[in-house]
Nanobody, 123 residues
Framework: QVQLVESGGGLVQSGGSLRLSCAAS????????MGWFRQAPGKDREFVAA????????DSANSVKGRFTISRDNAKNTVYLQMNSLKPEDTAVYSC????????????????WGQGTQVTVSS
């Protein structure tokens, strides 16, 4: 079983950048597909990006393509989400998750979740 803890959220101005971290313990992140999700007030949780066991990004939402990058540091057992050119509509609670599947397609296919970190983008 893996435990996940997010950090790095905060308040940032529109157009700015922020890097979120997802620190894992108990199991190696390289043994999972790792994903980032977000949920804004009054809206459903949505997929942001995922990284495969190979260490390469395997998928990302159209709304963040060209702006967000997911990466992994095996030595630190940590997954990151680099967010650039942030927009007010990026405001949400961001959560990381781990899946034992080779190619998960939905949030329900991720087995382990962190508690989330708040990202607020001001205009």
């Amino acid at each position: 079983q893996v435990q996940l803890v997010e950090s790095g959220g905060g308040l940032v101005q529109s157009g700015g950048s922020l890097r979120l971290s997802c620190a894992a313990s108990g199991r190696a992140v390289s043994t999972y597909v790792m994903g980032w999700f977000r949920q804004a007030p009054g809206k459903d949780r949505e997929f942001v990006a995922a990284i495969g066991r190979s260490g390469y990004m395997i998928d990302s939402a159209n709304s963040v393509k060209g702006r967000f990058t997911i990466s992994r540091d095996n030595a630190k057992n940590t997954v990151y989400l680099q967010m650039n050119s942030l927009k007010p509509e990026d405001t949400a609670v961001y959560s990381c998750a781990a899946s034992g599947l080779l190619r998960p397609f939905t949030a329900s296919q991720y087995n382990y979740w962190g508690q989330g970190t708040q990202v607020t983008v001001s205009s």
